[in-house]
């Protein structure tokens, strides 16, 4: 019988935060060894519970859920996500451009198999979400990151980003609040970005699924508000805000020039309506879970959980000697920097599956977010103080003596 081997197409798509030194710990797990997962962002498993009243519409309206929905999605759900982004000051919006999906990542995939033909490229930043750049690559495209700058608190290095550019170039993404890092950009920087699309005719898509948790003060500013005359999709949903992410609903939202993208729309609704709809009982909550109480609020101001958490272990990490980061404004991760000279750090994934070894302690990778050297990990610090301290002084012991052979 011949041999049957996975298309070519996946021979440069790197998904890491589910890569192989997470298989390493579920064999270990399957030998009976307790693993601190701290390489995903799954609220549930930590105790970060979904509002009772989203909980309690989803059971109310089960029986009105059985069938499929329009394509794009429940007239309450777009509804409630229309007036949302009337809220966040998205221009030329209207109910027919918003889409709802299988969370994100879902429309991410469809976004780029509509957009790119082989050989287009598409600007996305380093480090980055990484299904941007497996979804752009298994649509055919041609990722190009450009880098984010660690010394201006992770916000997008926008020579670097213009210098990148080409004749082939369709589009650029960004992340904002950005995984992994927590950076949330000013303004100032949102219209230097959209100088540069608009100088060079660019579409800009914007990945803002942690933007209603932002900490200390900042304010989200979503990107389409700024590019009236520009194509935008902007991307956001309730996985992380409600702590739903096994409900799987996210949105996107197409805004500013519609003229230039008529034909992108027409590939979007010819997708959309191929996928049928996205899961309807989870559609249904939309419109309790953004017109209500705002539970994670209380989870992001002083005293709150994630805000607790984030300080703890910024600080914590910069205890260690050879490591530094930059503090999170949003989210719930850190994106820690090693002194490679110091622990002799030439492969991250090694350095990984090491700890993991070692300690126990699961993590991702610097490479796995597509930063080019070897010297950063991701944490998430999702767990209970309790749980972080225990980490924190074990990741503590295992850099006292580390070096990589």
Not at 145 to 170: F, G, Q, R, V
Not at 183 to 191: F, I, Q, S
Not at 295 to 311: A, F, H, K, L, T
Not at 337 to 350: A, G, H, S
Request: with cysteine.
């Amino acid at each position: 019988m011949r041999e049957f081997k996975k298309s070519s197409k996946l021979d440069n798509v790197l998904y890491d935060v589910r890569g192989p030194v997470a298989d390493e710990a579920a064999r270990m797990e399957n030998e009976g060894l307790r693993i601190l997962k701290l390489n995903i962002g799954n609220p549930a498993p930590f105790g970060f519970r979904t509002p009772d009243e989203v909980v309690h519409d989803m059971r109310q309206q089960l029986p009105d859920c059985e069938g499929y929905s329009d394509s794009r999605g429940l007239f309450s759900a777009r509804k409630a996500i229309m007036q949302y982004a009337q809220l966040k000051h998205l221009p030329n919006v209207s109910m027919e451009h918003i889409y709802t999906g299988n969370g994100v990542s879902e429309l991410i995939q469809l976004c780029m198999n509509v957009l790119l033909n082989t050989g287009d490229e598409i600007l996305i930043p380093a480090p980055d979400y990484p299904l941007w750049t497996a979804c752009a690559t298994l649509a055919g495209g041609t990722p190009v990151h450009y880098l984010c700058d660690e010394d201006a608190e992770w916000t997008p290095d926008l020579a670097d980003m213009e210098s990148k550019i080409t004749s082939n170039t369709k589009a650029l993404v960004i992340i904002n609040p950005n995984n992994p890092t927590g950076a949330v950009y000013p303004r100032e920087v949102l219209e230097q970005i959209v100088e540069i699309a608009r100088r060079h005719q660019l579409m800009i898509f914007s990945d803002e699924i942690y933007d209603r948790l932002c900490m200390d003060g900042y304010q989200h500013i979503s990107i389409a508000s700024l590019a009236p005359d520009l194509p935008c999709v902007t991307f956001s949903g309730l996985s992380k805000s409600h702590m739903v992410a096994g409900y799987r609903i996210g949105w996107m939202i197409l805004s500013g020039n519609k003229r230039c993208m008529k034909d992108f729309i027409y590939g979007i609704n010819m997708l959309s309506n191929m996928r049928l709809c996205s899961n309807v009982p989870a559609q249904s909550i939309v419109q309790t879970a953004l017109g209500g109480y705002q539970s994670v609020e209380r989870y992001v101001e002083p005293g709150g959980r994630i805000y607790d958490q984030r300080n703890f272990v910024y600080e914590a990490l910069n205890d260690i000697d050879g490591i530094t980061a930059v503090k999170p404004k949003a989210a719930f991760y850190i994106f820690p920097k090693i002194d490679v000279k110091k622990f002799n750090i030439t492969d991250d994934e090694q350095f990984a599956l090491d700890l993991l070894h070692e300690k126990h302690i699961l993590i991702t990778r610097g490479g796995g977010f597509n930063w080019p050297k070897p010297d950063h990990f991701r944490i998430v610090y999702l767990p209970r103080m309790g749980v972080l301290r225990e980490a924190m002084t074990d990741l503590a012991d295992f850099f006292a003596h580390y070096r990589q052979g």
